[in-house]
């Protein structure tokens, strides 16, 4: 069984998944990647090794054979390409299809109602909605947005992205953490849709912490200037922007991880790196990966639409309440070890296809490739604190 995986480019967010793959299909598993890695991606740290990996091709290079992979493979996962008119070959023949999406409309649902949207969309998705066609949700809104064009009814279902996982023994977390104060850890871009000027505030606001930020971008200056004027040097540094192996170094030795991006991160792949370090989680609502990860109150904190004082409050409550914080951090470990990994989303999707093919496959009870429940944006924030102690859905 011949299953291709086609987007724009590999990376450290994908690899481990691909690996699991290559692991469960070997030859029979490939990565098409259709176009070189961004600069932006490259200045950041991001590192291309991927593209040298056995089963990745890259369409530029090898048109041909690409083509040929995407139409004749037994199964395609469709993420986000430059290729569209390939995939809908593909699903004009009737061919098992597994489209992998973040948000439709996170800029704005009015956007539903646009004719030209409608029909770009009809073209895409709508028309296909009984078909071999299927939706893997990479974010908690996206059941949401795609149930508004009437698409993939009953086929929409959890995913996300999976970066590394580390395995830890017992207690060599908790050997990893600063033994003196509480030390909170930022990571992303310093763009305005992350909200890392929330941090400064929080610098100031909640003063028994350290605040580490990791990254660079167009407001670092600003935020620079912020920490000066407001005489936060000793307690707050400025890493810039670092590998991915450095920058789980940071979140290891760190209690806290405050995610403060807002409904414009489709995903946020910090969360599961962060949680897989065993910081307990402060997070925004908004973004995609929350829902999903965040069980309230259990292995993290959610606080609703880009609130700053419900997320000073939480982050106050960990910083005053050691043992709940060390609690947190060590269920939100689990939650990546157990359910939110690459072995673990390719072992499911592997249950998945076979199921499909001999028409006896049961979705899963939680997590990856459960059914994706279908909450619209404002209703979220009340969902998860009605759902704090999981129902089956997660």
Not at 38 to 58: A, C, H, I, N, T
Not at 66 to 92: F, I, M, T
Not at 351 to 370: A, D, H, V
Request: proline share 5%; with cysteine.
């Amino acid at each position: 069984m011949t299953v291709v995986f086609l987007s724009n480019y590999i990376n450290h967010h994908q690899i481990p998944f691909c690996e699991a793959c290559y692991q469960q299909w070997g030859e029979d598993f490939f990565f098409i990647q259709t176009q070189p890695m961004e600069q932006e991606r490259l200045d950041m740290g991001w590192d291309p090794k991927g593209e040298s990996f056995p089963y990745v091709l890259r369409f530029y290079e090898q048109e041909e054979k690409c083509r040929r992979l995407v139409l004749e493979s037994d199964v395609l996962l469709a993420g986000w390409s430059d290729k569209e008119e390939l995939v809908q070959n593909r699903l004009n023949q009737g061919k098992l299809t597994i489209r992998i999406s973040e948000r439709l409309y996170r800029e704005g649902r009015w956007k539903a109602i646009s004719p030209k949207g409608l029909l770009h969309k009809y073209q895409e998705h709508i028309r296909y909605r009984k078909g071999p066609a299927y939706l893997f949700c990479a974010g908690a809104y996206v059941a949401s947005d795609f149930q508004l064009i009437h698409a993939y009814p009953q086929k929409m279902f959890q995913w996300g992205y999976f970066p590394e996982t580390r395995e830890y023994s017992k207690g060599q977390l908790e050997d990893l953490k600063e033994k003196e104060g509480v030390h909170i850890v930022w990571a992303g871009r310093f763009i305005p849709l992350k909200h890392p000027e929330d941090m400064i505030r929080l610098a100031e606001d909640v003063p028994d912490c350290h605040i580490h930020m990791v990254g660079s971008g167009e407001m670092e200056q600003q935020l620079k200037d912020s920490v000066h004027k407001k005489g936060l040097e000793g307690r707050v540094t400025f890493y810039g922007f670092r590998k991915p192996d450095q920058v789980r170094c940071i979140m290891e030795k760190c209690h806290i991880h405050v995610f403060t991006s807002d409904q414009l991160e489709g995903w946020g792949a910090v969360v599961n790196e962060a949680m897989n370090s065993g910081c307990a989680v402060v997070a925004n609502v908004q973004a995609g990966a929350v829902p999903y990860l965040i069980r309230q109150g259990i292995n993290g904190i959610a606080y609703p639409a880009g609130d700053y004082v419900r997320m000073r409050q939480a982050v106050a409550y960990l910083v005053s309440q050691p043992d709940q914080c060390r609690r947190m951090g060590q269920a939100a470990y689990e939650t990546i070890k157990k359910l939110w990994n690459a072995e673990h989303a390719a072992a499911v999707l592997g249950k998945m296809i076979e199921g499909i093919q001999k028409g006896n496959w049961e979705p899963e009870k939680e997590g990856p490739l459960s059914p994706a429940p279908v909450i619209p944006p404002h209703k979220m924030f009340g969902w998860m604190q009605e759902n704090a102690l999981g129902d089956g859905r997660r």
